[in-house]
């Protein structure tokens, strides 16, 4: 079976990937590559994705990332979404745990954005690619602008919208709680969060995500 929005997600995706090939001789940009995990629970720890990557560029224009990953739900619709702490070294433990970037935004500087939204390959395989520019972050649930790309936390996090829904595409495709019920979203979560997107049937979750604790971290 194919998927439409695939199609164009690999192209715009595929395209970008080739630009972080030579982004960083003519912009000066800092690359670093990670491995990607399942997201822990109450009732497993975070584990590695075998084979699944990501990567990020950050200079002074702003961050741009890729991830690949597989272990997804076949047609589901997996978005993807930046998560950085301005000022990380706030955070009570490094990488900065969650109950600080939610429960303590505004003392560590917590801005979370949509980066790309793709529906799952048959085999459970997606490609994520974006880019986010240096200074206000416009739809950011937070007020916290990207001020120095290179000394900020990035957090890479996917979230699982269940299976695609056609009348509501769009929105599954590019907002936080589009295709999803009320109740599956976190409690912690701001409003800003919850009213963004056409909810549905479906259940979402968080499910994977790639860590960035950059060397240039804030002063």
């Known amino acids: ?48 994705i075998d084979g699944a990557a990501a990567g990020l560029i950050t200079s002074g224009d702003g ?11 076949p047609g589901h619709v997996t978005t993807a979404w930046w998560v950085f702490m301005a000022r990380s070294e706030k955070c009570s433990a490094t990488p900065c745990p969650a109950e600080d970037v939610i429960g303590g935004a505004d003392r560590v500087g917590t801005q979370i954005v949509y980066a790309d939204g793709v ?6 395989t997606a490609r994520f690619a974006a880019h986010l520019p240096k200074g206000p972050v416009p739809r ?14 990035i957090h890479l996090v996917l979230n699982d919208h269940g299976p695609l829904i056609p009348e509501i595409a769009a929105s599954m495709l590019t907002s936080y709680r589009g295709g999803c019920r009320d109740d599956s979203l976190p409690p912690p979560f701001p409003a800003s969060a919850k009213a963004d997107g056409i909810p549905g049937p479906n259940a979402c979750r ?3 995500d790639a860590i960035f604790v950059q060397s240039g971290q804030s002063e």
């Open 1 to 48: 079976m194919t998927y439409p929005f695939n199609t164009l997600a690999a192209g715009c995706a595929a395209a970008l990937l080739a630009a972080l090939t030579i982004a960083p001789a003519h912009a000066g940009g800092t690359v670093q590559r990670t491995h990607v995990e399942h997201m822990a629970t109450d009732k497993t720890p975070a584990r590695p």
């Open 63 to 73: 961050a741009t990332m890729w991830l690949e990953t597989s272990d997804l739900e």
């Open 119 to 124: 529906v799952n390959n048959p085999d459970g």
């Open 140 to 153: 950011g649930w937070y007020d916290q602008e990207l001020g120095h790309p290179d000394k900020v936390e």
């Open 206 to 208: 968080l499910i994977q």
